[in-house]
């Protein structure tokens, strides 16, 4: 299990180590798509960012979470519970926040929950009615006329008036103008003040998760390229810039991609004291963030792909 | 299972309404309008049946369409029910659709009748003989069982070609085969007579029997394509 650096300093979680989520060795195949032996955790009371580029397995992982997709092989544990073995008791606890909130349109959201409502023993319209107000949504209006927006703030609304104690959203933030997505941020960030609470949001917006998220899990291609403390993913990755001519195929090796233009290199190395000792003061290190992290990993599998069709 | 029936009635009341008022109006103005002319058994009343068979088939399929045209079903397979549960929902939200279209055809039926000239005695022996409506409904019912694994093994716009399909050259194979064997034909019609003329306290139980049997299987097989379908 991932140890997590504490960095909230509201609450000592330290003392947890029971896992919201577990899944192991998770396999997925269709079409040209492979799901390959995913596995990850995530502790009670953290907000896990699942990034990684548009098809590289997100949506799948979630799918395969809520049983809307069937896994191949692996495991799948939520609460500690196997999630198709217990899946009415593990779904009445979890919110899902699916990426197009597709409702019944001629509805308007009060008629909407009143459909939804009677299937959780814990809603609470009381919550509900909170949310609505603090989200300035319309009750009676019918949701086909709702933006965007409105209508995945809906969503979340719905998905957190039954005291869900795990959040699982699918891009909740895509498609959503920079002032609603740093309100719904915001938002994220208190009700993970509840340590009882955990968040697992998928994006390929990194910037929301580096806001947010505590842990990040990044999928490419279906496969794991890690699982770690947000902080972890921070220090172990580093930019580095320097002149071209301090580039050879000896020194290349120590990126994990490396980008070169007429003005110098940049490249990405998940191993600075290495990097350090070869390259010393001579190359300029800067944090990566994680649109770099994502860039120069999948550079680096495009360029594994290209030299086998090369080879070929 | 109740909660999960009533979702979709609650969700979707005024398009039943919408449904029912046509099946009414279909039944009411189709016999205000054949009862004013010569009326009969063959073909007058076998086509009010056939509309009431093809109707109530078609708003059957309500709930299904209103889903895929929202597509809602990631929504709904959320929540916390079983995918078991589900399927079974969907069947029992079907039949009482089927049930609640029978009312109603057979009320637009009085009407229609209310408001004519007059009705002939063997017609009305047959409009009023419950063991036809039975019949009828059991005849629907064995349809649906037999279309409702399509429609979750292929979803609803790929079920219905497919059924249709079906449907279609089963028919005109069997009006073949009966256009070329007459004896064939013969012999299927002194059997379906022979039947009918058995005691009905026997025949109608059988035809429930093996309506719900036919009903199991079909619910099984559902249940077993839609526990292994990806969403």
């Known amino acids: ?312 | 299972m109740l909660r999960l029936v009533i979702k979709d009635f609650r969700a979707n009341w005024k398009y039943v309404a919408l449904g029912l008022g046509v099946l009414f109006a279909l039944s009411s103005s189709f016999m205000y309008t054949a009862l004013k002319a010569p009326f009969s058994v063959d073909p007058d009343l076998l086509i009010y049946f056939l509309l009431v068979i093809v109707s109530s088939v078609v708003f059957t399929l309500l709930f299904l369409m209103i889903e895929q045209l929202y597509n809602t079903n990631i929504i709904f397979a959320s929540l916390p029910i079983s995918r078991r549960q589900f399927v079974v929902q969907r069947y029992v939200a079907t039949y009482l659709q089927l049930l609640l279209g029978f009312g109603f055809h057979f009320i637009g039926l009085q009407i229609g009748i209310y408001f004519s000239e007059g009705i002939d005695q063997v017609v009305e022996d047959q409009v009023y003989n419950p063991r036809v409506w039975l019949l009828v409904l059991l005849f629907v019912m064995s349809v649906k069982a037999f279309s409702m694994p399509f429609y979750f093994k292929h979803g609803l716009r790929k079920g219905i070609l497919i059924i249709g399909l079906v449907q279609c050259f089963s028919c005109i194979a069997f009006v073949y085969i009966m256009m070329s064997y007459t004896q064939i034909w013969d012999a299927l019609q002194r059997l379906i007579f022979t039947v009918i003329s058995f005691n009905s306290q026997v025949t109608i139980p059988i035809c429930i029997g093996v309506t719900v049997l036919f009903l199991w299987i079909s619910t099984q097989v559902s249940i077993l394509i839609y526990k292994s379908k990806d969403l």
């Open chain 1, 1 to 312: 299990m991932i140890k997590p650096k504490i960095h909230r300093q509201s609450y000592n979680k330290e003392c947890m180590s029971t896992n919201t989520l577990e899944i192991s060795n998770l396999s997925k195949s269709y079409g040209d798509f492979h799901l390959d032996n995913v596995s990850f955790s995530l502790p009670k009371g953290y907000i896990m960012g699942l990034i990684g580029p548009n098809g590289s397995g997100k949506t799948t992982i979630i799918k395969i979470i809520m049983n809307l997709i069937m896994k191949q092989s692996g495991d799948v544990k939520v609460f500690g519970m196997d999630h198709l073995a217990n899946e009415v008791e593990v779904k009445k606890r979890i919110g899902f926040v699916y990426d197009t909130p597709n409702y019944y349109d001629h509805l308007s959201l009060k008629q909407f929950k009143n459909t939804i409502a009677p299937f959780y023993d814990q809603w609470d319209d009381a919550v509900f009615y909170d949310l609505v107000k603090r989200f300035k949504l319309p009750l009676e209006k019918k949701i086909k006329v709702f933006s965007k927006g409105m209508a995945m703030k809906s969503s979340i609304v719905i998905a957190l008036s039954h005291h869900a104690d795990f959040i699982v959203m699918d891009e909740p933030t895509s498609n959503l103008d920079p002032v609603v997505r740093r309100e719904l941020l915001d938002f994220f960030r208190e009700l993970i003040q509840d340590e009882n609470k955990s968040i697992l949001f998928s994006s390929h917006i990194t910037t929301d998760l580096e806001q947010i998220a505590d842990y990040i899990t990044y999928i490419n291609e279906g496969k794991l390229v890690f699982s770690k403390t947000k902080d972890e993913v921070f220090e172990s990755y580093s930019l580095v810039k320097g002149g071209n001519e301090l580039l050879d195929s000896d020194t290349k090796k120590s990126f994990v991609a490396v980008k070169s233009s007429a003005y110098g290199f940049e490249g990405l190395t998940k191993n600075v004291e290495a990097t350090r000792k070869i390259f010393g003061a001579a190359v300029v290190y800067d944090k990566a963030s994680l649109e770099d992290i994502m860039f120069y990993t999948n550079l680096e599998t495009v360029k594994t792909v290209e030299d086998a069709t090369t080879r070929y």
